[in-house]
Every structure is written in structure tokens, then in C-alpha cells.
């Protein structure tokens, strides 16, 4: 990349310098490194890495499969594989290229007092930020009920925010109603930025064995088929945030440079790349040329410009489908 | 910062455009794919394996193990069988066409200089990484492995009656795969199928006659490596914890990234610390067979 072009993409998230408004996705990226085995693969292409859900004690995970491919994305079922915060801040952040990139702990917890716990491990770390990930969709005992109720969700937040000072970055789930008034809520308990959106529940059936494809049943969608759902997301958690100047992590489905500037365009700041990787591990390259060309075509400066700059359709109603 | 980082693992695997350069269909919907692909073929080791974009209609990829390369002429070689979309798809391109690929990927087999009589066993598409690892030893020297190669559909070569004597083997048990003959390594084939010139038995049956007839100095040269059907690869690991021998088998699960990324493709292994989740794509696909198939 030119350093003038270099320039274009730059940007502010939450205080942080962001290389690109590109940020590889928690859980796609394990905890930092392993895309760099990959030549032509490089974090100066991306803003931020976003490291694996991480909880207060290490955890196995599920029993396979774990993954499968869908329709246009992919089921997973992971089970936050993870070795504990502790060990995550003691052994692998010591290790991680910090003048490349900016990383990005994604907290998981069973509890409140667990989030709250992992935050405070966190903090006391070189970490550039906290993303709390309320929707984990995978963990029986974990995820599910927080991201799906506005109060829970708040109550994490506040635990969160009352342990750390460092951006706190909250990941809406798409399985739930009011996706607004969630994010509405967590606001006021002192979120600093949103990642919308988490995968989607979804399952695979094997009709020989007629048993479901994923070990534990019921995985999260990702990739292009969500790119609808978290478009529209990302516009509703668009009208909360704008006037607080609050950034949001657009994502889910990104696998072109046209789908980046979608989310951008709907009102995220950011924008995730997460199942991409797997489809072309030299994405990012690809998407940043194709942001910067864009800009170029339409008499931009910088990326930051393209932000929410969405034209509604006049006659655009609320009324879905039909 | 940056100082003492461990950065080994950095630009170890490339992202080749291969142009197909033949595609041979074979009996029981088996493919020979050979492709260009410089990078992987310079760096591919025996156990490795390449990262397949099938079709650009299919976006995930497919893990297939490395056959062959010529590192001097820049091509690779696969052997798959079609069992799904993916594969369907893949056996559709023709040469001249582009196939995006990733590799090599993953731990390869270790060579243990101590053992210089290997025992090699492939079972159907697994058969593909014992063909690399014959040919890396060849290229060692010193080695003389015995190649035990099974197989339910018919064999994706057509089998020649071996030059090579080898101990224990029962009366007409004599096809042997040309390549490995050419490259003066011994092998024999093991089918229930009843093929001409075949061991009627599993592969770990025949393994199983050649080591008893082996005498001690020799069978104290041997290391088993096996790639194939899960159900085998427990049954070899099982024959060589009888015989003490060591033991590196190579193992599938589902992939989505195959750098290490998502961690969807862990198996559960043993180790000094207790069970483990170790991804197949970079921890693997080589495993010592005692973590795989020992108990917790
Ligand atoms: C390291 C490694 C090396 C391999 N080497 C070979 C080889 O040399 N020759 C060969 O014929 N096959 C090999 N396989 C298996 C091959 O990857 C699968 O047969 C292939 O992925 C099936 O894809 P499909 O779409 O045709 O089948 P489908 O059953 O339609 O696939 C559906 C999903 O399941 C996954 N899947 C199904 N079976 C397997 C499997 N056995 N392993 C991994 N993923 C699977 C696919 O990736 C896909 O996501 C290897 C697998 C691994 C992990
Ligand atoms: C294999 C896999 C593992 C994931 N693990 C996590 C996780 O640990 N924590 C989390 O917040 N999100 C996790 N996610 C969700 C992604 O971070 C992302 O939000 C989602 O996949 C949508 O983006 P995509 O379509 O670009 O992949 C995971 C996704 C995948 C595919
Ligand atoms: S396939 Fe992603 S970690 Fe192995």
C-alpha cells in the first residue's frame, strides 16, 4: 500500500490508532498469530485483532465436529476452547507483535462475577480493549441468556466497566428482539463501542445418521448468509449510537471489499472479517484496495467519511417482508 | 518489543493460484490431480497437506493430503475420492484451469534416524502420505521402508507382481504398487475384496505376519506410520503398542481455517499435563499414537 493510501484508511477507534478499519473477528484468529503463518498475511492490513473468548478458568471446548460448511457460510460449535485468562495475559500477550496491530481481549464468562474477573485480569494487562461477548450462542451454561435480555446484558456491562478504564467494546447478539434497546442499555452502563453482530443459531442435519453435522447439536451461522441480518443491525444500533459519537464494529458475512463498505456505509466505524479469512486468508489486502478506490471514485478523503452516510429510500416504511 | 518473539511458524505457508496440469479419473470415483504450485512443492513435506478451494461456487476449503511433488518442476500431486460437494466439484476441473490453493500445511512425519526399517501403512486416501514419506526416505537414503497399502475399491494404480522379497509373506500375496517398485521400495496390498495378487485381510494383518517374521534386530529398526480410516489407524497403533514400537499416525476432522485459527478441527490427545484439544490443521495432522490412543 502507498502511504498516501495508507493515510486513507487510518483512522480513531475509541482512542486507539487503527492501521485500517479492518478488524480480524474473535474466534476466527485463535489468539493473535496464526494468520501470520500465511505469506502475504500481514497485521499492518488490519486495525485490530480481536483474540479468542477467553474465560476465568481454562476450558476444553466441545467434541467434534466442531465446523461444517452451510450455504453461503458456515456452522460452528467451539465451545470456547481456551486456556484461561490468567494464562492468556501471563504467556501469550508477552509474545503478540504489539507494534503491528492493536489486540482486542474478548471476554466470556458463566457469571457476572466471571466477566467481571476476566475484565480485571484484562486490565492489568498491555491490552488495547475489551470486547465483552454477551451472545455466545455456544456455551450451555454461558452466552445465551445475557446477550438476549436487555437487563442482563446491562448488568455485565456495568460489572465490566467498573473493573477497567480501557475501551469497552460490547458484542450484540442477533438472537433477540430489540436489538436497539439493548444497545440502548448498554450505553448507559458505560459501553464505549459495540460489535454488532454475533453469529446466528442455526443446525445441520446428516439425513443418513439423522443426527445433527455439529458435535454439540446447535452451532453459530456465519458468513455471507448472515450478511443481511447484521446489515440491518448494524443500521438499528446505527440511530442509538450516532449522536453519542459511540463506534460500532460492523461484521458478519464480510468476504468482498463491497460488503466492508456496506457496513460502513450502514453506520459501522469498523468493520469484522472473519469467515473471509477462511474462504481467502489475503482478504484484507483485497478489501483495503478495494475501500481505497472507493474513496478515490467517489472524492473522499478518508474512510471515516463513508460512516452512516446510508440515503434511506423515501417511501421506506418499517414493515418487513411481503 | 519485538525482541525474543518466536516468529518460526511467519510466512510458512503460501497461497498458490495452480493451474491443473492433468486430472486422472480412476475406479471407484478416485482422482489424480496434479497441479503447479511452486511454493507448496519447494516446501511440502511427507504428512503435509494443502488447503483446496474445490470450486469458486464453494467457498470453504478442503483438506487434502500432499502425494508427490516435484520441487525441480514446481507441481504437486493429490489422490482423492469423491464423497461430497466438495470433492464432486473439485473432479469436474480440467487442466489449464486455475485452482486456488493453500500449503503445505501442518506437522509432517519425523524420520527417526534410529529406525531404519519403517513400517508405512496407508488405508484407502490415506494411502497418498505414505507414497511422500517412501519417497522422502528414498531421497534420505538409509532407510528401507515396507509400504502395507489396503484398500475396499479397487486400488487407484494397477497393481505388478513385486521384485522384492519380503518376510512373512503368505503364498501369493505378490501385487505391489509400481511407483513405490520403481522407486525400490517394497510394498503389498491388503483388501477384503478378494483383488488378485492381494493379502485377504485388513492391513493390520498382514503388517502383523511380516513383523513376526522379522527377527529381533531387524524388528528393534522399526517405526510404524499409518494414515487412514480412524477405525485402522487404531488397530495399527494398537499392533505396534503390542511389538513396542514407535508409532506417528496422521488424523482428519473437519477444517474451516486450517492455520490454526478456529480451533474446529481439535482432536483430543494425551499429554504431561492432562487431556488436550489440539487442532489436526497445525498441531497435526502427525500424532505420536500413543497421545491419540492411550488412555487419559
Ligand atoms: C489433513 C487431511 C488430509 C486429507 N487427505 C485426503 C486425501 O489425500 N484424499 C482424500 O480423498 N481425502 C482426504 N481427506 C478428506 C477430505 O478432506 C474430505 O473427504 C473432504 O473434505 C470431503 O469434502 P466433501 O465436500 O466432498 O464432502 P462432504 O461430506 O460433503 O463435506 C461436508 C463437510 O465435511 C467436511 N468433511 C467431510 N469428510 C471429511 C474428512 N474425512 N476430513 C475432513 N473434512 C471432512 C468437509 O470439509 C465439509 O466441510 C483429508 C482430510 C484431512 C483433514
Ligand atoms: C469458528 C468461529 C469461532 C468463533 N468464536 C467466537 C468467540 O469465541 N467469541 C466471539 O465473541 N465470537 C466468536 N465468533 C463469532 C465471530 O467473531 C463473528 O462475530 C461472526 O463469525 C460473524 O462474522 P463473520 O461472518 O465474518 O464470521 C466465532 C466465529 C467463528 C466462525
Ligand atoms: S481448521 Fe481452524 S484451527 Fe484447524
Not at chain 2, 146 to 153: D, K, Y
Not at chain 2, 248 to 269: I, K
Not at chain 2, 270 to 285: F, I, N, W
Request: hydrophobic share 40%; with cysteine.
Amino acid at each position: 500500500m502507498q502511504a498516501d493510501d495508507a493515510d486513507k484508511l487510518r483512522l480513531d477507534f475509541c482512542g486507539l490508532p487503527f492501521n485500517t478499519p479492518l478488524v480480524l473477528l474473535s474466534g476466527c484468529v485463535g489468539f493473535g498469530e496464526e494468520y501470520t503463518r500465511v505469506t502475504g498475511f500481514t497485521h499492518f492490513d488490519v486495525g485490530a485483532v480481536c483474540l479468542k473468548g477467553t474465560t476465568l478458568e481454562p476450558r476444553l471446548g466441545n467434541p467434534p465436529h466442531r465446523v461444517c460448511e452451510t450455504p453461503a457460510g458456515m456452522l460452528n460449535a467451539i465451545g470456547l476452547q481456551n486456556p484461561g485468562a490468567r494464562y492468556v495475559v501471563d504467556e501469550i500477550l508477552p509474545r503478540l507483535p504489539f507494534a503491528e496491530t492493536r489486540f482486542i481481549a474478548n471476554l466470556s464468562g458463566s457469571t457476572v462475577e466471571e466477566y467481571a474477573e476476566v475484565a480485571r485480569i484484562f486490565d492489568d494487562s498491555p491490552i488495547d480493549a475489551m470486547e465483552v461477548n454477551i451472545s455466545c450462542p455456544n456455551v450451555k451454561e454461558g452466552g445465551v441468556a445475557f446477550g438476549n435480555d436487555p437487563d442482563m446484558s446491562a448488568r455485565v456491562t456495568e460489572a465490566c466497566r467498573k473493573v477497567t478504564d480501557k475501551p469497552l467494546i460490547v458484542k450484540l447478539s442477533p438472537n433477540q428482539t430489540d436489538i436497539a434497546e439493548n444497545a440502548r442499555r448498554c450505553l448507559e452502563a458505560g459501553a464505549d463501542a459495540f460489535a454488532v453482530i454475533n453469529t446466528l443459531m442455526g443446525m445441520a442435519i446428516d439425513i443418513e445418521s439423522r443426527a445433527p453435522v455439529i458435535g454439540n447439536n446447535q452451532g453459530g451461522l456465519s458468513g455471507p448468509a448472515i450478511k443481511p441480518v447484521a446489515l440491518l443491525k448494524v443500521h438499528q444500533v446505527y440511530q442509538v449510537c450516532r449522536d453519542h459519537g459511540v463506534p460500532i464494529i460492523g461484521q458478519g458475512g464480510v468476504a468482498s471489499p463491497e460488503d466492508a463498505i456496506e457496513f460502513l456505509i450502514a453506520g459501522a466505524t469498523a468493520v469484522g472479517v472473519g469467515t473471509g479469512l477462511f474462504y481467502d486468508p489475503l482478504l484484507c489486502a483485497k478489501i483495503n484496495a478495494g475501500i481505497v478506490d472507493y474513496l478515490d471514485r467517489h472524492g473522499l478523503a478518508t474512510v471515516g467519511q463513508i460512516t452512516g452516510s446510508l440515503v434511506l429510500n423515501d417511501e421506506g416504511g418499517s414493515c418487513a417482508g411481503g | 518489543m519485538t525482541a525474543g518473539l518466536d516468529r518460526a511458524h511467519r510466512e510458512t505457508i503460501f497461497v498458490e493460484e495452480a493451474e491443473v496440469l492433468s486430472h486422472h479419473h480412476l475406479e471407484g470415483d478416485q482422482h489424480i490431480l496434479r497441479v503447479q504450485a511452486p511454493e507448496t512443492a519447494h516446501h511440502a513435506q511427507p504428512g503435509q497437506f494443502a488447503h483446496i478451494r474445490c470450486h469458486p461456487l464453494l467457498p470453504m476449503r478442503r483438506p487434502l493430503s500432499i502425494m508427490r511433488t516435484d520441487a525441480r518442476k514446481g507441481w504437486v500431486e493429490f489422490l482423492y475420492k469423491v464423497v461430497g460437494e466438495g470433492t464432486r466439484l473439485l473432479a469436474r476441473r480440467v487442466p489449464g484451469e486455475r485452482i486456488n490453493l493453500m500449503g503445505p500445511i501442518g506437522r509432517p512425519f519425523t524420520l527417526l534416524a534410529d529406525r531404519r526399517q519403517p513400517l508405512l501403512v496407508g488405508g484407502g486416501v490415506g494411502i497418498p502420505p505414505m507414497v511422500f514419506l517412501a519417497d522422502a526416505m528414498r531421497r534420505a537414503g538409509g532407510y528401507a521402508p515396507f509400504a502395507v497399502l489396503g484398500s475396499e475399491v479397487p486400488f487407484p494404480f494397477r497393481a505388478r507382481p513385486s521384485a522384492f522379497q519380503v518376510p512373512g509373506m503368505p503364498e501369493g500375496v505378490i501385487g505391489a504398487m509400481p511407483l513405490l517398485e520403481d522407486w525400490g521400495v517394497a510394498s503389498r496390498l491388503a483388501s477384503l475384496q478378494g483383488y488378485a495378487g492381494c493379502f485377504e485381510g485388513y492391513v493390520t494383518g498382514l503388517a502383523r505376519l511380516w513383523l513376526e517374521a522379522l527377527p529381533e534386530h531387524a524388528r528393534a529398526q522399526v517405526a510404524v506410520y499409518a494414515c487412514g480410516p480412524h477405525p485402522m489407524l487404531e488397530a495399527v497403533a494398537l499392533l505396534a503398542g503390542e511389538f513396542g514400537l514407535p508409532c506417528q499416525v496422521s488424523l482428519e476432522e473437519f477444517m474451516a481455517c486450517a492455520v490454526g485459527g478456529c480451533a474446529g478441527c481439535t482432536v483430543r490427545v494425551r499429554t504431561p499435563d492432562g487431556p488436550a484439544m489440539k487442532r489436526v490443521c497445525v498441531d497435526g495432522p502427525v500424532f505420536d499414537a500413543a497421545a491419540v490412543f492411550g488412555t487419559d
